[in-house]
């Protein structure tokens, strides 16, 4: 948790840097900071869930849970966001396919022979689920935010800073409310600064490709990289292990991000 709050304040920190950078400061309008600050606390909530999926059922799920929450923002900016090309709902039914295949308990578990000997839990599939909605709901809001509560790419930094300020807030909160043992960690600090300038370069640069691509284009093309990625990563550097079935409700993953293209 420590960790996680440093990478906030960075985040904070660089945004506004960039947003003094840029010259003349547009101010956000109040909607726009009640819209930051709503996305705040689901930065820093879905980050806390994705670290507890991450435990639980690895990396490589957790992470793909995350990315093929692409339908969500698709599906829902199409809803509510005028100008949004209507998604390929065949496809979204087999993004929907894909994650009963991925999520699907093992033998063993249903057995109660799973990790530790214990029953196949619900935790096993809400974690991941769980980190689906809120990185859905999350990249959904960033494009509704961007094209109806702000004046273009001039407020991009300032929109990423202000959401990081909240999800700073939030982290640092949540973690003296929940940890006894608050001794300042070096590591903490330099892997929080590390992470903090990815994590904001990733939602500025996304912000600014929204600027000029639409959602249903974007998004697939950032998910089904991040997949790629993080599977591989998870695999050489984890040691990490799909089952077949896991393995074909991937490859069925990307096959339906990918028709969202066709």
Same mark, same amino acid.
């Given at each position: 948790m420590q960790a996680i709050g440093f990478n906030y304040i960075t985040a904070t920190l660089l945004g506004l840097v960039l947003n003094v950078g840029a010259g003349e400061v547009v101010p956000l309008s109040g909607a726009a900071w009640l819209a930051a600050m709503a996305m705040g606390v689901m930065f820093m909530s879905a980050f806390v869930l994705m670290a507890r999926s991450t435990e639980r059922t690895g990396i490589s799920l957790t992470t793909i849970a995350a990315r093929v929450a692409l339908i969500i923002p698709v599906v829902c900016g199409y809803l509510f966001?005028?100008?949004q090309p209507e998604?390929?709902?065949?496809?979204?039914?087999?993004i929907v396919g894909a994650l009963l295949l991925l999520f699907w308990p093992s033998a063993d578990e249903r057995k109660g022979n799973g990790s530790g000997g214990e029953k196949f839990g619900?935790?096993? &599939?809400?974690?991941?689920l769980g980190v689906f909605v809120l990185f859905g709901a999350n990249n959904f809001c960033v494009d509704w935010t961007r094209s109806t509560l702000t004046s273009g790419p001039e407020q991009t930094a300032l929109l990423?800073?202000?959401i990081f300020f909240f999800a700073a807030l939030c982290s640092w909160v949540y973690y003296f409310a929940t940890t006894k043992s608050r001794r300042f960690d070096w590591r903490s600090l330099m892997g929080g600064v590390a992470l903090g300038t990815a994590n904001f370069f990733t939602t500025y640069c996304m912000i600014l490709a929204l600027n000029?691509?639409?959602g249903s284009l974007?998004?697939?093309v950032y998910h089904v990289s991040a997949v790629s990625?993080?599977?591989l990563v998870g695999a050489l550097a984890f040691g990490e292990r799909m089952r077949k079935v896991q393995w074909l409700g991937l490859?069925?993953?990307? &096959?339906?991000?990918v028709l969202f293209f066709v």
């Open positions: 966001i005028p100008g998604p390929r709902w065949g496809a979204v039914a087999i619900a935790l096993n &599939v809400l974690y991941p990423s800073a202000t000029k691509l639409s974007f998004f697939p990625v993080v599977v490859a069925v993953a990307i &096959v339906g991000i």
